[in-house]
């Protein structure tokens, strides 16, 4: 399948990009400001607050739909290589799945590596996650109707968080939808990290840059809670929706793990989209079957609401 034309318009743009991998830091975080927000989905009702957690406090951003049909939450983790993303670069993309599922959305803004190394993310997400069910009726919201999900590296903290709650305890999730998420380490490659090593947003180099700044030693590179397709296992997990785009180096990891998920008994939604790259979930208002993929999952999290 070829790629899709409106995502190679896209890339055209930003063919002249330097490599993730070269940049710095600072550089990063400035470079991750496609696409132009010009065009957002309308909903009822933004309110940014804080999160009080053990020890930090975190930025959040509650979105409530202009028409409610649930009083479930979606608690959304961005992606960005654990490195790079914040609470305006998925805007667009909470706001899409906000109005989609007519349910509330809140985002967290997770503290970030190499400030920040493995696990402070992974215990933002799991605490935030707690807090977000024990306040869920101040802010009237279902704590029993809560869904965890994200992209990229957001996927991966939204499926370790759900490892976590069902190892240590916490609020009963109806769901965890995981976009192209990172499951695994980068060594050794898989299929995809090859053929789709370069050329595309995501590359293997910038993959491996991601891990170095986000694990410090290689213990932690293979620690469940770092990488979930090592998880012993995955029994008794939530239903989960997993994403994937056939242009990604992350294709093959994310695959696996729902094939992982659905051997494990565990209800299992796979939807792989062949023409697409790493990404494709922020370059909504530029394509049109990325619209059509956004209201398409946002349905399927309202229909996990409601089971």
């Known amino acids: 399948m070829p790629l899709d034309p409106e995502i190679a318009a896209v890339l055209k743009d930003l063919e002249y990009a330097p490599p993730m991998e070269t940049l710095s830091v600072d550089a990063l975080r400035k470079a991750l400001a496609y696409p132009p927000l010009d065009r957002r989905t309308a909903v009822g009702e933004i309110v940014d607050f804080d999160l009080p957690l053990e020890g930090r406090v975190l930025a959040a951003r509650l979105y409530r739909p202009q028409v409610t049909q649930s009083d479930g939450v979606t608690v959304f ?154 998880a012993r296992s995955l029994a008794g997990l939530p239903r989960a929706l997993v994403v994937t785009a056939g242009f990604d180096p992350l294709r093959d990891e994310g695959e696996a793990y729902a094939n992982r998920l659905f051997d494990a008994g565990v209800p299992v939604t796979l939807w792989h989209y062949d023409h697409m790259v790493h990404g494709f979930f922020r370059m909504g208002p530029a394509c049109t079957a990325v619209n059509e993929a956004l209201i398409r999952c946002a349905a399927w999290i309202r229909r996990a609401m409601e089971r």
């Open 77 to 230: 983790f961005h992606g960005g290589g654990f490195v790079i993303g914040n609470l305006d670069t998925h805007d667009h993309v909470c706001r899409d799945l906000c109005a989609g599922s007519g349910a509330a959305v809140i985002a967290v803004d997770y503290r970030l590596a190499p400030e920040h190394r493995f696990p402070a993310a992974v215990d933002d997400c799991f605490d935030a996650v707690h807090w977000i069910a024990r306040h869920a009726r101040s802010l009237s919201l279902d704590p029993s109707r809560i869904v965890v999900a994200g992209d990229s590296t957001g996927g991966n903290l939204a499926a370790v968080t759900a490892l976590r709650i069902r190892e240590e305890g916490g609020p009963s999730l109806r769901a965890q939808v995981l976009v192209y998420p990172v499951t695994n380490y980068h060594t050794p490659p898989t299929r995809s990290y090859i053929e789709n090593q370069s050329g595309y947003p995501l590359t293997r180099a910038a993959m491996i840059r991601f891990w170095n700044d986000y694990v410090a030693n290689e213990r932690d590179a293979i620690h469940p809670h770092a990488c979930p397709l090592r």
